[in-house]
């Protein structure tokens, strides 16, 4: 894999593992991390060859306090507007990996962070840690899609209070939301994370895909979710791995998946 600035990446047993890896600045997003992240997703990772990706940040005290703060006194309108449109695009790159994403949330997961959670597929977390969107307290709003997958996520009604308050909740409140799947011990996300992917790892990887694709186009405009679903019922149905699931289930055995 490339060297990055700052992101680390480590691949054990088929998943990788990307700590964002500025932790003197609770691994606020600067531009380095985009840009590390856009190639990592983009250009070195190869889908086929792995079973998942955790996403989790560097330090003890924080996921990702936000966009970078430092960075934001240089903005005007046009510079603000290419910086969020940046920030959705490779957001949604994450959100439509063809594999298993997982946000293991080890502290602040603030702003862009709570952002960059949400673009995962998963998120796993300790009681502990806190989500927010406190983007009102430096007069704008989240910019990395925060409006949108917020409200997916846990509703509008709560969505609208945690942006308009800017307040932060805690692991266990975003596990009653629905914001985080798995409530772990602090210090056991990525541990928790990692047998996450390995437990979806035994699925046909080809029907994981293509389930990734279907419920994402449900919140994707101009896509017809159903019709999708449709599609990617016909597509799977003609694979190998079909034949050998249905087969394995008959035949009383464990299915050997191709991706195939
Ligand atoms: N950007 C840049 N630096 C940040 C940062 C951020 N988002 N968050 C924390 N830091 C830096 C601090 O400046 C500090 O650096 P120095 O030691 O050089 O002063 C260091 O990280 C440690 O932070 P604190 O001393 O503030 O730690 P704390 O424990 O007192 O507070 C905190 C922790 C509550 C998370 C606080 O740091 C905080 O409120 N951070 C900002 C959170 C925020 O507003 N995030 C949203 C950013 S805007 C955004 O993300 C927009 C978008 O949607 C695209």
Redesign the pocket.
């Known amino acids: 894999m490339s060297n990055y600035k700052a992101i680390t990446v480590q691949e054990n047993n088929k998943i990788v593992l990307v700590t964002i890896n500025r932790p003197?600045?609770?691994n606020?997003?600067?531009n380095d991390v985009f840009e590390d992240l856009i190639r990592l997703f983009n250009d070195d990772l190869d889908p086929r060859k792995i079973n998942g990706v955790i996403i989790t940040g560097a330090g003890e005290?924080?996921f990702v306090?936000?966009?970078?703060?430092?960075?934001?006194l240089s903005l005007d309108a046009q510079k603000a507007r290419e910086?969020?449109k940046r920030?959705h695009d490779i957001f949604a790159v994450i959100e439509n990996f063809p594999v298993v994403v997982v946000a293991a949330v080890n502290g602040?997961a603030?702003?862009?962070?709570c952002?960059l959670a949400m673009a995962c597929h998963l998120r796993v977390a300790h009681a502990n840690a806190?989500f927010?969107?406190?983007?009102v307290?430096?007069g704008?709003?989240?910019?990395?899609g925060?409006t949108q997958r917020l409200v997916h996520l846990i509703g509008k009604g709560r969505a609208m209070e945690m942006i308009m308050t800017g307040d932060?909740i805690d692991g266990t409140t975003a596990h009653t939301f629905g914001l985080v799947n798995i409530l772990c011990e602090a210090g056991a996300e990525v541990a928790t994370a990692t047998k996450l992917i390995e437990k979806i790892a035994k699925k046909a990887p080809l029907a994981i895909a293509e389930t990734i694709k279907a419920v994402n186009a449900h919140f994707r405009h101009g896509k017809d979710g159903y019709q999708t679903e449709i599609d990617s019922f016909g597509k799977l149905a003609a694979t190998e791995d079909f034949r050998e699931g249905a087969t394995a289930f008959i035949e009383k055995r464990k299915p050997g998946w191709k991706g195939l």
């Open positions: 003197h600045a609770l606020a997003l600067n005290k924080a306090a936000g966009a970078d703060i430092k960075e934001f910086l969020s920030g602040f603030l702003g862009g962070g952002e806190r927010g969107q406190p983007e307290n430096l704008i709003l989240p910019g990395y925060g932060m």
